[in-house]
């Protein structure tokens, strides 16, 4: 198989990696909400949102945020080929996303660990994702099976 990710001995605790940077559109907030059934006026209803809530338009789904970071991390390159399987995430919202803002993650290996299998391994990454100002708007730890190295 050909990769260009990275494989499991590849990664290190303490080693760090940065993604590029997106904008988030008014057609990607739509088109997530309209797919996805996110019809809740706080991401829908800009009347809603100006006399209801502390915000001054429509903030984009956590969920969405989320994706697109996930997004950003594949494009990385450093599972091109090499991520197995994603097994779970701890997720924490910090502030909001809105629609024109732009977010890009930081990725950092906190932890890996072998398995029984000989050709996978676990791998453990703290990722905080920071609007245009370099503010953390999310951040998650996320656990992904990689394939290790043939021998």
Do not use: W
Request: hydrophobic fraction near 40%.
């Amino acid at each position: 198989m050909n990769c260009r990710g990275l494989y499991f001995e590849d990664f290190s605790a303490g080693r760090k990696y940065a993604t590029d940077r997106r904008t988030i559109t008014e057609a990607d907030h739509i088109s997530f909400t309209t797919a996805f059934g996110f019809f809740e006026p706080l991401f829908m209803d800009r009347a809603y949102v100006a006399h209801e809530t502390p915000y001054e338009r429509p903030i984009v789904p956590g969920a969405l945020t989320f994706s697109i970071s996930e997004g950003l991390t594949l494009l990385s390159g450093i599972l091109h080929g090499t991520g197995l399987a994603f097994l779970g995430v701890e997720l924490k919202v910090i502030r909001p996303v809105f629609i024109d803002e732009t977010i890009g993650v930081d990725i950092e290996v906190v932890d890996k660990r072998q398995t029984k299998k000989p050709d996978r391994g676990i791998v453990s990454f703290f990722q905080r994702v920071n609007n245009q100002d370099e503010e953390p708007v999310m951040e998650y730890t996320i656990r992904r099976m990689i394939r290790r190295k043939h021998l």
